[in-house]
C-alpha cells in the first residue's frame, strides 16, 4: 500500500485534499473539495542561495576559533524562508491528506512543520513528501485527484 493510500480520506469525509508544490521561488496548492479542485499560487520573497566569493584567507596569527557559521545572507535566507514556510502552513485545511512534493529541500521543511503543527494540535499524521519537479495544472489536478482517492477515468485512445 502506498503512503499516499494510507492517508485516503473515508468514504464519509466531505472529500478534502490538499497537494503542495514547493520550492524557495513559489508554491502551488491544489484542492479537492467536494469534487472540484482549485489552484493557489503563491510567491515567495526568499532571496536566492549567494556563491562562493572564491579564495578566503585567514591570518595565520590569529588561531581559529569559529566565528560565524553562516554568512548574513543565509541567515536572512533561512529567516525569509522560515516565513514564506508560514504563510503556506496558515493557507492549509485543519483536515484532509496533504501531499507536500517539489525540488530540493524545501518540501522537507515543509512536512515537518505541517507535522510538528498537526502534533501540537492533536491531529494525527497526515502529511506525506515527495520529490519531483515542476508539475503542470493538469499533472498537479491528477495527483490531488488520487490523493482524495478519486483518480480521473482512464480512456482508451481511439483508433
Known amino acids: 500500500m502506498s503512503v499516499a493510500r ?32 482549485s489552484f493557489e499560487r503563491m510567491a515567495s520573497a526568499v532571496p536566492v542561495h549567494t556563491r562562493a566569493r572564491g579564495r578566503i584567507s585567514h591570518d595565520p596569527a ?7 557559521d553562516q554568512r548574513a545572507e543565509d541567515r536572512q535566507r533561512e529567516e525569509h524562508l522560515a516565513r514564506f514556510l508560514a504563510e503556506i502552513s496558515a493557507a492549509l485545511p485543519d483536515a ?14 515543509l512536512a515537518r512543520a505541517i507535522s510538528e503543527a498537526d502534533e501540537r ?10 520529490s519531483t519537479d515542476h ?25
Open 6 to 37: 494510507a492517508l485516503r480520506p473515508s468514504s464519509s469525509d466531505p472529500g478534502l485534499a490538499t497537494l503542495v508544490w514547493v520550492d524557495a521561488r513559489e508554491a502551488v496548492l491544489a484542492r479537492w473539495f467536494n469534487g472540484e479542485i
Open 62 to 68: 590569529i588561531r581559529h576559533g569559529g566565528g560565524l
Open 96 to 109: 484532509g491528506p496533504i501531499e507536500v512534493v517539489g525540488p530540493g529541500t524545501v518540501r522537507e521543511k
Open 121 to 130: 494540535g492533536g491531529r494525527p499524521a497526515r502529511v506525506v513528501t515527495g
Open 135 to 159: 508539475l503542470t495544472e493538469p499533472q498537479l489536478a491528477a495527483r490531488v485527484r488520487e490523493l482524495a482517492g478519486r483518480p480521473a477515468r482512464r480512456r482508451r485512445p481511439r483508433p
